[in-house]
């Protein structure tokens, strides 16, 4: 019994606290992308539509579509398209509309 | 309870929605500001979700701090927390359950399943938790995470704002102007 109870207090606790301080465990987590419009051309744009697993990312017209809501995080955006794809690091992504996830990303890569 | 608070999504799911959710936030910021009982209801999931949610009780996350409690009994509970796709056959059970809630009631759809990626509308699945509940609350993620679980029931009893409308998900203008 000593000897867990000096671990104990060696150790702290453990439980975050969240909502007050921000916890660090948050930067390991996998987050759904943020997007570099000037790197994006229409062509780079459609390759990110065709790999995205979940339908999250669509492009009907000039600009990316992006329905956080359906992204998985899964990274495929960013492994085919590096430059322009990159983590956003936001998890914090409750809503309470719906249309709020869905964000619409300008493709600026080809007037440059 | 004012009894409005049952039918706005019972019959039309996805409409008028956003007025009677405020209306209810305010209620539910009030009634269950140190206390709210959640059901889970796993609609298809595949069970990532609930691994994630189990671990809100975990020393870690420990949410009985936030006075958040999970229930065995929809009669009991106060925010139905649903993850999973919607399956069709499970249509009918969800919106039991829904009803079986006492009001006022907050609903929570998990995951990005229930918020539509991933499984498209078929005939096995409805392929989004709005088809069949009222839902008060999105939580992205495949699986959200503990403390995306926890802003959710956060953002669900107005504790914590919600952040969404200010992302624009483009990555800072410094970087890309940097390097384009």
Same mark, same amino acid.
């Given at each position: 019994?000593?000897?867990?109870?000096?671990?104990? =207090?060696?150790?702290?606790? &453990?439980?975050?606290?969240?909502?007050?301080?921000?916890?660090? $465990?948050?930067?390991?987590?996998?987050?759904?992308?943020?997007?570099?419009?000037?790197?994006?051309?229409?062509?780079?744009? %459609?390759? =990110? *539509?065709? &790999?995205?697993? $979940?339908?999250?990312? $669509?492009?009907? %017209? %000039?600009?990316?579509?992006?329905? *956080?809501?359906?992204?998985?995080?899964?990274?495929?955006?960013?492994?085919?398209?590096? %430059?322009? &794809?990159?983590?956003?690091?936001?998890?914090? =992504?409750? $809503?309470?509309?719906?249309?709020?996830? *869905?964000?619409?990303?300008?493709?600026?890569?080809?007037?440059? | 309870?004012?009894?409005?608070?049952?039918?706005?999504?019972?019959?039309? /799911?996805?409409?008028?929605?956003?007025?009677?959710? @405020?209306?209810? @936030?305010?209620?539910?910021?009030?009634?269950? +500001? !140190?206390?709210? #009982?959640? @059901?889970?209801?796993?609609?298809?999931?595949?069970?990532?979700?609930?691994?994630?949610?189990?671990?809100?009780?975990?020393?870690?996350?420990?949410? #009985? !701090?936030?006075?958040?409690?999970?229930?065995?009994?929809? !009669? #009991?509970?106060?925010?139905?927390?649903?993850?999973? /796709?919607?399956? @069709?056959?499970? +249509?009918?059970?969800? !919106?039991?359950?829904?009803?079986?809630?006492?009001?006022?009631?907050?609903?929570?759809?998990?995951?990005?399943?229930?918020?539509?990626?991933?499984?498209?509308?078929? /005939?096995?699945?409805?392929?989004?938790? +709005?088809?069949?509940?009222?839902?008060?609350?999105?939580?992205?993620?495949?699986? /959200?995470?503990?403390?995306?679980?926890?802003?959710?029931?956060?953002?669900?009893?107005?504790?914590?704002?919600?952040?969404?409308?200010?992302?624009?998900?483009?990555?800072?203008?410094?970087?890309? +102007?940097?390097?384009?």
């Amino acid at each position: 019994m000593p000897f867990w109870f000096a671990r104990g =207090l060696r150790r702290g606790v &453990v439980t975050t606290h969240y909502p007050a301080r921000p916890d660090r $465990s948050a930067a390991l987590l996998p987050t759904p992308p943020a997007f570099r419009p000037r790197q994006l051309t229409r062509a780079a744009a %459609d390759r =990110l *539509v065709a &790999v995205c697993p $979940s339908g999250a990312l $669509s492009r009907p %017209d %000039d600009a990316l579509i992006f329905d *956080v809501g359906r992204c998985t995080a899964c990274g495929r955006c960013a492994e085919a398209a590096p %430059d322009a &794809v990159t983590p956003s690091g936001e998890f914090e =992504l409750a $809503s309470t509309a719906r249309s709020a996830l *869905v964000k619409k990303i300008p493709i600026y890569g080809e007037t440059r | 309870m004012s009894p409005s608070q049952d039918t706005p999504g019972q019959d039309t /799911p996805g409409q008028d929605l956003s007025q009677a959710a @405020r209306q209810l @936030r305010d209620t539910i910021a009030v009634q269950f +500001g !140190r206390s709210l #009982h959640i @059901r889970t209801l796993d609609t298809g999931s595949c069970a990532v979700c609930e691994q994630e949610i189990r671990l809100l009780s975990a020393p870690h996350y420990d949410l #009985h !701090r936030l006075g958040f409690f999970f229930t065995p009994a929809p !009669r #009991h509970a106060d925010l139905l927390l649903v993850t999973g /796709p919607m399956v @069709r056959a499970f +249509g009918e059970a969800a !919106r039991k359950t829904y009803k079986a809630i006492p009001g006022p009631k907050v609903v929570m759809a998990t995951g990005a399943c229930a918020l539509g990626g991933v499984y498209p509308a078929d /005939p096995f699945v409805h392929g989004n938790v +709005g088809e069949v509940l009222p839902v008060d609350v999105w939580v992205p993620g495949c699986p /959200p995470s503990p403390l995306a679980l926890l802003q959710g029931l956060g953002v669900a009893v107005g504790r914590l704002a919600e952040k969404t409308p200010g992302l624009t998900f483009i990555a800072g203008q410094d970087i890309a +102007g940097g390097a384009g």
